[in-house]
C-alpha cells in the first residue's frame, strides 16, 4: 500500500519501478559512487597515476586511496538527494532550481583539484575528473527523479 509520501507511479512514465522517488534517489547515490571509483581505479591501476590530494594551507598533500572517494562520494550524493528534496518542499519549480544550483556547486567544487599545491597534473586531472563524472551522473539522475515545473494555468492547445 502507497503512502500519501510516496509517488503512485513512476514520474517518467515509460520507466520501469526502478526509477520511482523512493528507489531512484539511493540508486543514484550507489551509482555516483561506483562511478567515482572507476574514475579513480582507471587512474591508479590502468594509467599508473599515483593520486594525491592536494596541500591547503600547512598541510602536505596525501596519497587518495579508495576509502576517502567512498565517503567523499556518499556525502555529495546525500547531499544533493537532500538539497532536491528541500527545494521539492519550497517551490513548484525544484528541478530547474535545483539543476541550477547543483552545476554551481559543481563548479565552485572544481576549485579544490585545481588549486592546492604539491601534486602533479596528472593528479588534478584524475581528481578533476572524479567531481565531473560524480556530479553529472547525479545532476543527471536526481533531475530524473524530480517532476517538472507544472503551470499555474493550464495550457491550451
Not at 16 to 31: D, E, I, N, Y
Not at 77 to 87: I, M, Q
Not at 106 to 120: K, Q
Not at 138 to 153: D, F, G, Y
Request: hydrophobic content about 55%.
Amino acid at each position: 500500500m502507497a503512502s500519501s509520501m510516496e509517488p503512485a507511479a513512476s514520474q517518467g512514465g515509460s520507466r520501469g519501478s526502478l526509477w520511482q522517488r523512493h528507489t531512484a534517489r539511493p540508486v543514484a547515490v550507489a551509482l555516483g559512487v561506483l562511478a567515482a571509483l572507476a574514475v579513480w581505479g582507471v587512474g591508479e591501476l590502468v594509467f599508473g597515476v599515483n593520486v594525491r590530494q592536494p596541500a591547503f594551507g600547512t598541510g602536505v598533500p596525501q596519497d587518495l586511496t579508495a576509502g576517502p572517494v567512498v565517503v567523499a562520494s556518499v556525502v555529495a550524493g546525500l547531499a544533493a538527494w537532500l538539497a532536491l528534496a528541500v527545494l521539492e518542499r519550497l517551490t513548484r519549480h525544484a528541478r530547474a532550481a535545483w539543476v541550477t544550483l547543483a552545476t554551481l556547486v559543481l563548479v565552485v567544487s572544481l576549485g579544490a583539484p585545481l588549486s592546492g599545491r604539491g601534486i602533479d597534473g596528472e593528479s588534478r586531472l584524475v581528481l578533476a575528473l572524479l567531481h565531473l563524472t560524480v556530479g553529472t551522473l547525479l545532476i543527471i539522475l536526481l533531475a530524473r527523479t524530480s517532476p517538472p515545473a507544472r503551470s499555474a494555468t493550464p495550457r491550451n492547445g
